[in-house]
């Protein structure tokens, strides 16, 4: 039976029936749903509406319809085909299982708040469950970063050689993002777990429902202060996919490294057996594919993010149906960003640097170039002239086909005379890291006290995390 059927002579169109169906996607709601349904009836009980009995009748029906939709296969009955949305199928089942007692459950309350309250309770566990993945992630990467603990790497800028860094600083760069990622799921997490319940259709409910004891009962920080609003907000929605779709760029950019790390040309990294593909022609081929994946997923996240942005911008107070939309964009955005940590950690795992050759890389084709303007520095030289003086330097290096540090001390002294024995060492790669040791800096005492401060982090809550 249909939520609706008293106003209507005409039977509904098949089609446009199927339309505007959402059993399909919104049954993920539904111990969400449940949750609050009994909620809503104790309320009701509480404010008089509902008689001890009928309460108590209610409850018991929606825990025996909770205990029925764990049971695998049972949302999927053919029976269930026709069904409208997820609250119908609540209100169905619970008739069919208490009889029409079951039909006092929807007194002072509508679809539109009832939906908004189980979108929110379904996203503060969702939330919950991805700062658990992101967490997982953020280990990975100070594993990996342990493991490699030393090993310097080439820095790059414009994808050019610029300073060598250790590859656990540039590990933990991609550490800081995800940790801002979970203290902003952290802080949109409050934004989300408010309680719209008690809001009605759009303009509150004649029934004397304790909105703050609802609230407390579901776990809700506070109640929506404005019964329009909490009906045609999906405000939360859209912050939660703006915060996935940073996530999403943040793991495409890490992936987009590694795959450039593990062509031949660099050969920084070797990506594992487990995390990488084959071809079906070229039979000498290992692709990155878990990598591309994750770097193509981020295009679907973002489009989520954008459908729903464009989903509510035209719309009039207060509920429209336009907003069932929401549901899908939020799902896939959830699997996706989910999965795609996942594959993340799993490819942290399973990557192995070729130390020899990030060392070298390290400090090859004038990476020290900069500690050789600041070493000039230090002896007096403007540092405008000093790099002017070391971009000579550069050129007559490049004429000869050798690294600054193997140009003769004779040779050098040609471009200044600032320049002593002691060069050698200030340019070396140890130099060039060790120099760099003030917060946020890369040498190795610096980053290993850094390494820890992660760790720490990882300790205490999301939302201390800064
Ligand atoms: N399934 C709808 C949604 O996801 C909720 C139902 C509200 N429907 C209505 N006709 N007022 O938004």
């Not at 429902?209 to 929605?237: C, H, K, P």
Request: charged share 25%.
């Amino acid at each position: 039976m249909s939520l609706w059927g008293g106003r209507f002579t005409g039977e509904i169109d098949q089609f446009f029936a199927a339309y505007n169906a959402s059993f399909r996607f919104d049954r993920r709601l539904i111990f969400a749903d449940l949750q609050a349904c009994a909620v809503h009836a104790r309320a009701l009980g509480r404010a008089g509406v509902l008689s001890e009995s009928e309460v108590e009748s209610i409850v018991t029906g929606l825990a025996r319809i909770t205990t029925l939709v764990g049971e695998p296969g049972y949302l999927d009955r053919p029976e269930f085909a026709a069904v409208e949305d997820v609250h119908s199928f609540i209100e169905g089942r619970l008739v069919e299982l208490i009889g029409p007692t079951g039909f006092k459950l929807h007194t002072g309350r509508s679809r539109n708040d009832q939906v908004a309250v189980a979108t929110r309770l379904f996203l503060r566990g969702e939330i919950d469950q991805l700062l658990d993945n992101l967490r997982g992630t953020r280990t990975a990467l100070l594993d990996l970063a342990d493991q490699y603990r030393d090993v310097p790497f080439p820095g790059y800028t414009h994808l050019q050689k610029a300073q060598p860094v250790l590859f656990a600083h540039y590990l933990l760069a991609y550490f800081q993002m995800l940790s801002r990622d979970a203290a902003r799921l952290a802080e949109i997490r409050h934004r989300v777990n408010i309680l719209p319940l008690g809001s009605g259709a759009l303009a509150g409910t004649n029934f004397p429902v304790d909105r703050e004891w609802m609230a407390a009962e579901l776990g809700f920080e506070g109640v929506t202060r404005n019964s329009l609003d909490a009906v045609s907000d999906r405000d939360y929605v859209i912050e939660f996919t703006h915060a996935a779709a940073l996530t999403m760029m943040h793991l495409s950019r890490l992936a987009e490294d590694f795959i450039i790390y593990a062509t031949q040309e660099f050969g920084f990294i070797k990506l594992g057996d487990k995390i990488s593909t084959g071809s079906s022609l070229m039979p000498q081929k290992k692709n990155p594919d878990s990598l591309e994946l994750i770097r193509g997923k981020a295009a679907r996240v973002y489009g989520h993010h954008a459908a729903l942005l464009t989903l509510a911008k035209g719309l009039p107070l207060a509920y429209n149906k336009d907003f069932q939309e929401d549901k899908e964009a939020l799902f896939d955005t959830l699997d996706t960003v989910n999965a795609s940590l996942i594959v993340t950690t799993t490819v942290l795992r399973n990557v192995e640097l070729d130390v020899a050759r990030t060392a070298a890389a390290a400090i090859s084709d004038y990476t020290n170039a900069t500690d050789l303007a600041d070493y000039l520095v230090r002896r007096g030289l403007e540092f405008r002239k000093a790099h002017d003086v070391v971009g000579r330097i550069v050129v007559h290096a490049i004429g000869r086909g050798v690294e600054l540090a193997q140009l003769s001390l004779d040779e050098l002294r040609q471009f200044s005379p600032l320049i002593e024995a002691d060069l050698f060492t200030a340019i070396s790669l140890e130099q060039s890291l060790a120099g760099k040791s003030q917060i946020g800096g890369t040498a190795p005492v610096r980053v290993a006290a850094e390494l820890e401060r992660a760790r720490q982090s990882l300790a205490v809550a999301d939302e201390s995390v800064s």
